[in-house]
Every structure is written in C-alpha cells, then in structure tokens.
Antibody, heavy 124, light 107 residues
Framework: QVQLVQSGAEVKKSGASVKISCKTS????????MHWVRQAPGQGLEWVAK????????AYPQRLRGRVTMTADTSTSTVFMELSSLTSEDTAVYFC?????????????????WGQGSLVTVSS | EIVLTQSPGTLSLSPGERATLSCRAS???????LAWYQQKPGQAPRLLLH???SRATGIPERFSASGSGTDFTLTITRLEPEDFAVYYC????????FGQGTKVEVK
C-alpha cells in the first residue's frame, strides 16, 4: 500500500531556513508527481510545490517562488521541501501529497495520498 | 490565480439530513479539473471525488459532485456521523488552488 512518512516537527527563527522530508513506499516513485501543501493554524490549504521525480522538474506558486525548493532522491524514494527566509506567516503544517495522476497522464494536479504532516513553527 | 469561494462557512445539520456545499470559482473551470476533500481535526485531507462524481477508492455513493463553469456543488445525500468534518474544493486546471473550506457540524 502507498505510504508517505514525513519528518518531525521543526522550530525555526525568523529569517532561517527549514528542510523537511517525505519518504514514500508502495509504488514506483518515478511514475507519479509529488507535491507539498501547507495549512496554517486554523486555516485552509495552500499548494506549495510540485516535482516530477523522474528528472526533477519543479513548479511553484508565484507567491513562494524564490523561497521554496523541492527536490527528490530516487535512491531512497524521498522528496524534500526547503523554505528559506522564514517569517511567522510560514508557521503551518506541511503535508506531502502524491498526485492522483501519473507523469504520463493528462489529468494530474489533485492529491490522492497524503503524509501525516510536519509542523513548522517560526518564532521571532 | 483562480480564487475558489466556498459557502456556507459552516453548515449545521443532523445525521440523516442532506448536505449541499457550494464552491464558486473566480473564472470558469472545467469540472474535470475540480476535486473535493474531507478533513477531520488532526488529520490530513482525504480525497473524496474529482470531476463529475468520480469517487476515490472507498468513498461511499452518498457523496456526489456536480456543476459547471464557475459554480460547483458537493452533495452528501444522508449524513452519517463520520461525515461531520471540513470540506474543501480544489481546482487544478490553472495551477492549483483550494477554497477556504466548509465545516459541516452537528446541529
């Protein structure tokens, strides 16, 4: 069965960077896009990043471009998300999510499997 | 960016009642590129449906989706106790954005 297991909670100071991980199993890693989605306390969901693990091509929303970097390690079937220049507005639970569509499918961009979430707290 | 606006913010209903949740897009979205999720406290979201009622694995038939253009609806025909949660719509036709959520609570 598909499993996404994320790294633990992080506490960072404003201006610092954070890098969290998501180890996948139960499917062929390079055949599905992976994403990060975040949720600030008591708030809704926000898409953060996307990667094609087969080759490493990425996409980010305009508002985070330049601060977020998503990478994939095919040897361990793990994806990473690094966010720099942290502010209190980045305090959130960060979820990794596997796309419902494969990298050769035309219908992709929605999220079928989710990790358990990693809380990132930014303090001043 | 396509903005999704969900209404109402909170829906107070009793088990067995019908729930109708709305999702309005700031520009036209093909229903093929719309998905709905359920989230319970302390849990990750769970995919319910995408497109015109393509239910995810294990999702019961009481969940259905409809709509076109800018107006979409998630319907739960008869609420079960486990259905009380927050529901999000998401579009993936132009990047990916979510609505702000509708909470379905016990009346």
């Amino acid at each position: 069965q598909v499993q996404l297991v994320q790294s633990g909670a992080e506490v960072k100071k404003s201006g610092a960077s954070v890098k969290i991980s998501c180890k996948t199993s139960g499917y062929t890693f390079t055949r599905y896009y992976m994403h990060w989605v975040r949720q600030a306390p008591g708030q809704g969901l926000e898409w953060v990043a996307k990667i094609n693990p087969d080759g490493g091509a990425t996409a980010y929303p305009q508002r985070l471009r330049g601060r977020v970097t998503m990478t994939a390690d095919t040897s361990t079937s793990t994806v990473f998300m690094e966010l720099s220049s942290l502010t209190s507005e980045d305090t959130a639970v960060y979820f990794c999510a596997r796309d419902a569509g494969g990298t050769y499918d035309t219908l992709t961009g929605y999220f079928e499997f989710w990790g358990q979430g990693s809380l990132v707290t930014v303090s001043s | 960016e396509i903005v999704l606006t969900q209404s109402p913010g909170t829906l107070s209903l009793s088990p067995g009642e019908r729930a109708t949740l709305s999702c309005r897009a700031s520009q036209s979205v093909a229903i093929t590129y719309l998905a709905w999720y359920q989230q319970k406290p302390g849990q990750a979201p769970r995919l319910l449906l995408h497109g015109a009622s393509s239910r995810a694995t294990g999702i019961p038939e009481r969940f259905s989706a409809s709509g076109s253009g800018t107006d979409f609806t998630l319907t739960i025909t008869r609420l079960e106790p486990e259905d009380f949660a927050v529901y999000y719509c998401q579009q993936f036709g132009d990047s990916r954005t979510f609505g702000q959520g509708t909470k379905v609570e016990v009346k």
